[in-house]
């Protein structure tokens, strides 16, 4: 019954993972996009930072590890 409610909390929460992973990737496509074609020559920094979205991949990494160990 524990168990149960923690492997639920932890597919409850990897959801809610998936979703913010899912908008920090449109965030950072959107910021890609905005980079106009001449910026290279323009500014020595042209890259869009993926720090959110790492993070969050690791997070999920997290979870499922706890949920495979829960599920043995």
Same mark, same amino acid.
Do not use: C, H, N, Y
């Given at each position: 019954? &524990? *168990?149960?409610? &923690?492997?639920?909390?932890?597919?409850?929460?990897?959801?809610?993972?998936?979703?913010?992973?899912? #908008? =920090? #990737?449109?965030? #950072? *496509? %959107?910021?890609?996009?905005?980079?106009?074609? %001449? =910026?290279?020559?323009?500014?020595?920094?042209?890259?869009?930072? *993926?720090?959110?979205?790492?993070?969050?991949? #690791?997070?999920? =990494?997290?979870?499922? &590890?706890?949920?495979?160990?829960?599920? &043995?």
């Amino acid at each position: 019954m &524990k *168990t149960e409610l &923690k492997l639920d909390r932890l597919r409850t929460k990897r959801r809610e993972l998936e979703d913010k992973l899912m #908008e =920090a #990737e449109r965030q #950072e *496509t %959107g910021r890609f996009s905005r980079i106009p074609w %001449g =910026a290279g020559m323009r500014w020595s920094k042209i890259s869009v930072s *993926t720090r959110r979205s790492d993070s969050l991949r #690791e997070r999920i =990494a997290k979870v499922d &590890k706890q949920i495979t160990e829960l599920t &043995k």
